[in-house]
Each structure stands twice: as C-alpha cells, then as structure tokens.
C-alpha cells in the first residue's frame, strides 16, 4: 500500500528562487510541495512539515532573512515550530529563522567576500534529530553550496552551548566560508527544526550529481508522516 504524500508547505518570498525546485525534490521522495505565500497569515490546515527555500528574500536588504523575519506567514510558522513541527530552512531559509529566533547564531559575509558556488563535503554531527535519522555521526554528504553570506558566526560561549546539546547538525569537512568551527548546518533544541547552508533539494537526482540531499529531505518527509499521525 503506498504511504499519502506529507503536505509540506514551501514558502515563497519575494526573490526566492529556490522553491520549485524543492517542491520537486520533496516530489521524489514521498512528500507533497505546497507553495505558499509570504503574506498568507496561515498555512494550508494540513500542513505536516514546512519548508524555507533559498534565493534572496526581499532582495537580501538589509542583511539576509532581516525583512522576511516580518512576512504574515512567520508567526504560523513560529506556532508550527513551536508545536512541534518539522521545519526546515535551506540557505536563505537558513539566514530567515536565524533572524527569526527559531534557530541560534547568525550568518555573515562570506570570509573570501566572495560567492560560493560548490559541490561541498559535509560532515553528520551527533544529534537526535529527524531529519538526520537515518544517518550516523560522521557520515559524510556531498551537497552543492551558493552562498554569498554562508558564514554562519557565534560566539565562544554559545558555541560551546549548542555542542554540549547536540545542536550542531552538519560541518564542513574543510573551511568553505569561515564559519565558525565550520559549522554548516544547526538545530533547534528540540530537534525539529534544522537550518543548513547547502542546497539539499539540488542533491536528489543521481543523473545531475550528487545525492547527499536525500536522505536530509527523506528525514523531513518521514518527520512529516508522524506529525500526521499525532494529530489525526
């Protein structure tokens, strides 16, 4: 019997460019994309999982995710995260729920001032989220970086913090943008919502490269499924 595809609303900013393209790869592996607008103050009612996609969100003004911290659609998305559902930011998304507050530290300008435009290595951190369950620690991703402002900073004190609580995701396996302890990807202290710099919706075909995303989106997907099973 096949399992119902998750809902799984993916955020459209003014400027993303990224959003369609993790629709489809939520396609390919078992989810169901919804696009939903920045100004919609709700998400659709059977909204199982969310995504923020990247691009440049209002135009990166500012700093990156600094304006769309405000759009309607961020307070369902803070109640959504705040019940526990899963919540994944990609690139811009990641910089948005840093902004936000739903997940620590901050991005900053890449340390080479310059656009990253890669496949990177990224190392599987210990940590008891769902959306890397089907990894272990240490497993290594290859998934493709573009990033101006990647270079995710906090200081010593909270760093130290998310590492004692298993809240660092993914690292890089060498230096890509400066970011502190090359960190690429954290969570929040519930596990369920993750922000990462690389793209994982463009690591999901084997016919265009690398396939390191999948098991990242698969996680959400999977995390998706049992958020529908507690509230129906």
Same mark, same amino acid.
């Given at each position: 019997?096949?399992?119902?595809?998750?809902?799984?609303?993916?955020?459209?900013?003014?400027?993303?460019?990224?959003?369609? $393209?993790?629709?489809?790869?939520?396609?390919?592996?078992?989810?169901?994309?919804?696009?939903?607008?920045?100004?919609?103050?709700?998400?659709?009612?059977?909204?199982?999982?969310?995504?923020?996609?990247?691009?440049?969100?209002?135009?990166?003004?500012?700093?990156?995710?600094?304006?769309?911290?405000?759009?309607?659609?961020? $307070?369902?998305?803070?109640?959504?995260?705040?019940?526990?559902?899963?919540?994944?930011?990609?690139?811009?998304?990641?910089?948005?729920?840093?902004?936000?507050?739903?997940?620590?530290?901050?991005?900053?300008?890449?340390?080479?001032?310059?656009?990253?435009?890669?496949?990177?290595?990224?190392?599987?951190?210990?940590?008891?989220?769902?959306?890397?369950?089907?990894?272990?620690?240490?497993?290594?991703?290859?998934?493709?970086?573009?990033?101006?402002?990647?270079?995710?900073?906090?200081?010593?004190?909270?760093?130290?913090?998310?590492?004692?609580?298993?809240?660092?995701?993914?690292?890089?396996?060498?230096?890509?943008?400066?970011?502190?302890?090359?960190?690429?990807?954290?969570?929040?202290?519930?596990?369920?919502?993750?922000?990462?710099?690389?793209?994982?919706?463009?690591?999901?075909?084997?016919?265009?490269?690398?396939?390191?995303?999948?098991?990242?989106?698969?996680?959400?997907?999977?995390?998706?499924?049992?958020?529908?099973?507690?509230?129906?």
């Amino acid at each position: 019997m096949t399992e119902t595809a998750p809902l799984i609303a993916v955020i459209v900013f003014p400027g993303s460019n990224d959003d369609r $393209d993790a629709v489809r790869a939520l396609e390919l592996v078992g989810g169901h994309g919804s696009l939903v607008w920045h100004a919609d103050a709700q998400l659709p009612p059977d909204t199982a999982g969310v995504v923020l996609p990247g691009g440049f969100s209002y135009g990166d003004y500012l700093r990156c995710g600094a304006i769309a911290r405000f759009a309607p659609v961020m $307070d369902a998305v803070r109640d959504f995260a705040a019940s526990g559902g899963p919540v994944l930011g990609i690139c811009n998304g990641f910089q948005i729920l840093c902004e936000a507050g739903l997940l620590p530290g901050v991005l900053r300008a890449n340390r080479q001032l310059e656009f990253v435009c890669r496949d990177v290595a990224v190392r599987v951190e210990p940590t008891a989220s769902p959306f890397l369950a089907s990894c272990t620690a240490g497993d290594e991703l290859v998934i493709p970086v573009k990033h101006g402002e990647g270079n995710w900073f906090a200081d010593d004190e909270l760093l130290a913090e998310l590492e004692a609580g298993d809240q660092i995701a993914l690292r890089y396996v060498e230096d890509v943008n400066g970011a502190v302890g090359n960190v690429a990807g954290v969570v929040n202290e519930a596990g369920n919502v993750l922000g990462l710099m690389p793209h994982p919706e463009h690591a999901v075909d084997p016919l265009l490269g690398p396939v390191g995303g999948v098991p990242i989106l698969e996680g959400l997907v999977r995390g998706a499924r049992d958020r529908l099973s507690v509230t129906t």
